[in-house]
């Protein structure tokens, strides 16, 4: 069965205190991995989809890479506004359906 | 703002009762999916349309059921409400293409059972 696993659950940070969070997946056929922000009450809001191992994006002080097994989002010097659920999500060959990971809770302090 | 609309933003009703959650896709996106999302459980994939017809289905119970309108619109029903049917409700649109996977949210509905 399909798996998408993130840690850490939580993470807090202060201000500037850069980090990565990390989404495992095991799935065969991998037809895309994506990253979604989600703020408490909203919808997912998407950030970037990655297709194949060595990829990267990046979006202000937002990276994330691929590799076979995992994918990382890393956040350089984070601000209070970068305070979200992260979701990993990843869509595999032969089927239509995301799978979602619980996500990681970001707070950053000012 | 993904350009994916969701209505009603709020729903309070009673168990045994049913609902209609509607959606529209992005302009252009022909695929449209249904996520329900509770505390627990995160978010499950339900149901996807695409162009009219059902593409896949997910973890979605038999008191639920959906469909996809000739101007793409989708609507999400829901009867025989539970007390565990609570949750937020998320339509998701898509081109419906190769390398055009990527799902844009609406800002959900939000169902509370009593």
């Known amino acids: 069965e399909d798996q998408v696993t993130q840690s850490p659950e939580a993470l807090r940070l202060q201000e500037g205190e850069s980090s990565s969070l990390n989404c495992s997946y095991t799935?065969?056929?991998?037809?895309?991995l994506f990253w979604y922000r989600q703020d408490p009450g909203k919808g997912p809001e998407f950030l970037f989809t990655l297709y194949s191992a060595g990829e990267e994006k990046e979006k202000e002080r937002l990276k994330a890479t691929l590799t076979k097994k995992e994918s990382f989002l890393h956040i350089t010097a984070p601000k209070p506004e970068d305070s979200a659920t992260y979701l990993c999500?990843?869509?595999?060959?032969?089927?239509?359906?995301?799978?979602f990971g619980k996500g990681t809770k970001l707070t950053v302090n000012p | 703002d993904s350009g994916v609309t969701q209505t009603p933003k709020h729903l309070i009703t009673a168990t045994g009762q049913r609902v209609t959650l509607r959606c529209s896709p992005r302009?252009?996106?022909?695929?449209v999916y249904w996520y329900q999302q509770s505390l627990d459980q995160g978010l499950q994939f339900l149901i996807q349309y695409y162009n009219g017809e059902e593409r896949a289905k997910g973890n979605i119970l038999e008191r639920f059921s959906a469909q996809q309108f000739p101007d793409l619109h989708s609507e999400l029903n829901l009867s025989s409400l539970e007390l565990g049917d609570s949750a937020l409700y998320f339509c998701?649109?898509?081109?419906?293409?190769?390398?055009?996977?990527?799902?844009?949210f609406g800002p959900g509905t939000r169902l509370l059972v009593l």
């Open positions: 799935v065969s056929g991998l037809r895309g």
């Open positions: 999500a990843v869509h595999q060959g032969g089927s239509e359906k995301l799978v």
């Open positions: 998701a649109s898509s081109v419906g293409a190769p390398h055009q996977e990527t799902q844009y």
């Open positions: 302009s252009g996106d022909l695929s």
